[in-house]
Nanobody, 114 residues
Framework: QVQLVESGGGLVQPGGSLRLSCAAS????????ISWYRQAPGRQREWVAL???????NVASSVRVRFTISRDEAKNTVYLQMNNLRPEDTAAYYC????????WGQGTQVTVSS
């Protein structure tokens, strides 16, 4: 059974915005810290942001000014709001528990290009 499902990616112009969604099973959402990661072609997967069950957040310094992570208790969903997107943000974005405990999903592709 898939426990985490990413969605919301797409093609956007530089300077644009996207909101990614990570739909989690109830047990994971209520129990685990959830992180967003991304992986660009030819590069290692990197951590982007996390949010704990209390709502405490941390965001990688490289994107802190532009990205915000949040959670919706009613929908068991974690969001990654990405603003002022840059071509270097192009990557497949994934969510997982922190530390990672679930199989990696298919992710959602974000492409920033004019």
């Amino acid at each position: 059974q898939v426990q985490l499902v990413e969605s919301g990616g797409g093609l956007v112009q530089p300077g644009g915005s996207l909101r990614l969604s990570c739909a989690a099973s109830g047990s994971i959402f209520s129990r685990d810290t959830i992180s967003w990661y991304r992986q660009a072609p030819g590069r290692q997967r990197e951590w982007v942001a996390l949010i704990g069950t209390s709502g405490l957040t941390n965001v990688a310094s490289s994107v802190r000014v532009r990205f915000t992570i949040s959670r919706d208790e009613a929908k068991n969903t974690v969001y990654l709001q990405m603003n002022n997107l840059r071509p270097e943000d192009t990557a497949a974005y994934y969510c997982n528990t922190e530390p990672t405990s679930q199989p990696w999903g298919q992710g959602t592709q974000v492409t920033v290009s004019s």
